[in-house]
């Protein structure tokens, strides 16, 4: 299983992703597809996830040189939104201190314990970021992981109608509101439906998961001191 | 091919300046995310140019949703977990997504410097 964990994660992603292409439909999700697929395969031949995660280790480590390129078009949309920045920013602020404090007590209140409180503290934000800070709250970043997929599902299949139900309709409102809450996915999907929708959800995609390493830490250190 | 390999050695170079910041704080930060502000400020400064790094940083953000697929695999070890505290998992991906994505749409859309 060892050298065939990396073509098998190859193979799922890209026919997925082929899929997607020609049905773009929520659920055809290539990284929801390929997880359901790849977890029933290392289940049904009973391979153990560690034999699994050392072949696919390559992949692993190409997460962090990602989130450092993510430095391009943040550089890029900064320069076209240069005047509103300030308000983008405070939005951005109150959106991911607001995912803070409503998820954590949230999850205590439905009997969640510490660690899946640290795995669902960060899930609004992309998923690399939202796992390095999984991680250094005491979580479990593989939860984290599906946690944060499922929102972006969720959030793009949704966002749109739900957005424009509530009386947000102003386009730079919408795409700041898919990018905060749904991260990679609702950009994608903001960026399906305008250019500028796209502009403005990956800027928040950014600023919010910047703003999550700074607050999540702080946030989550001061519910513990309440929250047995 | 020189292109790409310059793109992910500035990339791979921010990286390791976020790593060394984030081994001095004094508190848990993902290295990551410091590399970023590194090559932010690298751009913003013109020490760094942005074709410089578009090769590479073009394929990192295409394929993003694949990189984390094998620790996503890694939940096949918490179903139990999940299985226990299915509740509390399924409130704070749905209230907290729908209330996040209301707050900063209407937030925004009050504040928004329309011209």
């Known amino acids: ?228 | 091919m020189f292109s790409i390999v310059r793109a992910f050695a500035i990339i791979l170079l921010a990286l390791v300046g976020g790593k060394a910041v984030a081994y001095l704080l004094p508190f848990n930060f993902p290295a990551s995310i410091i590399g970023m502000l590194v090559l932010f400020i690298g751009f913003n400064t013109g020490v760094v140019k942005v074709h410089w790094v578009q090769p590479g940083a073009h394929y990192l953000l295409k394929y993003m949703a694949l990189l984390f697929i094998p620790i996503g695999v890694g939940l096949i070890n918490y179903f139990d977990l999940v299985i226990a505290q299915w509740p509390a998992l399924l409130a704070s991906i749905t209230f907290g997504t729908f209330i996040v994505m209301a707050i900063v749409g209407h937030v925004f859309q009050r504040i928004n410097p329309r011209d």
Not at chain 1, 37 to 53: E, K, N, V
Not at chain 1, 89 to 98: D, E, K, M, P, R
Not at chain 1, 119 to 130: E, G, R
Request: net charge neutral.
């Open chain 1, 1 to 228: 299983m060892f050298w065939l964990a990396l073509p098998l994660t190859l193979l799922c992603f890209f026919s997925f992703r082929k899929l997607y292409q020609h049905y773009p439909l929520p659920l055809f999700n290539p990284v929801l597809l390929s997880l359901l697929s790849l977890i029933t395969l290392l289940i049904t031949f009973d391979i153990p996830y560690a034999d699994y995660a050392t072949g696919s280790a390559p992949l692993s480590w190409l997460l962090e040189p990602a989130v450092v390129a993510l430095a391009l078009p943040l550089y890029q949309q900064a320069q076209q939104i240069r005047k509103q920045l300030k308000p983008i920013l405070f939005t951005c602020t109150v959106g991911v201190a607001s995912s803070l404090l409503i998820v954590i007590p949230l999850a205590w209140l439905l009997g969640a314990d510490h660690s899946v409180m640290a795995s669902l503290a960060p899930q609004s934000v992309t998923t690399p970021v939202a796992m390095g800070i999984t991680q250094s709250l005491g979580g479990l970043p593989a939860l984290t992981a599906a946690v944060v997929i499922i929102v972006g599902i969720v959030g793009a299949a949704l966002g749109l109608p739900f957005l424009k139900g509530i009386g947000v309709k102003d386009e730079a409102s919408q795409g700041l509101a898919m990018g905060a809450a749904a991260h990679a996915l609702g950009t994608a999907r903001a960026i399906e439906h305008s250019e500028q929708h796209g502009a403005y959800s990956s800027l928040a995609l950014i600023l919010c998961a910047v703003l999550m390493a700074f607050l999540a830490p702080l946030i989550f250190a001061f519910y513990m001191l309440f929250l047995p």
